[in-house]
Nanobody, 121 residues
């Protein structure tokens, strides 16, 4: 079983920066996509960013130019560098891994428990 675990959340003033980390425990044969989502109180979970196995990245328009996703070493680790934070970035941030355990296996998406980011004005 794969279990992603987020860390690095906290409280920061507007304009500040935070770096979120996500590490997946358990054996992984390969990972197709690693993603970040967020959910603010009273709102639905929304996409933030993803990085594919080939290194290509995608960002939500709301974070483009301010956030940067990257993969770490070992390969079951990823980061989200968040700069120029705004109060509207306040949310619980979740990471997910879409991965499989064998070459013939099916990809499945696994979610972390989330880390809280609070941006004060």
């Amino acid at each position: 079983q794969v279990q992603p675990v987020e860390s690095g959340g906290g409280s920061v003033q507007a304009g500040g920066s935070l770096r979120l980390s996500c590490t997946a425990s358990g054996y992984i044969y390969d990972t197709a996509v690693m993603s970040w989502y967020r959910q603010a109180p009273g709102k639905e979970r929304e996409f933030v960013s993803r990085i594919n196995a080939d290194g290509t990245t995608t960002y939500a328009d709301s974070v483009k130019g301010r956030f940067a996703i990257s993969r770490g070493n070992p390969k079951n680790t990823m980061y989200l560098q968040m700069n120029s934070l705004k109060p509207e970035d306040t949310a619980m941030y979740y990471c997910s891994f879409t991965c499989r355990f064998a070459s013939a296996g099916a990809y499945r998406k696994y979610w972390g428990q989330g880390t809280q980011v609070t941006v004060t004005s």
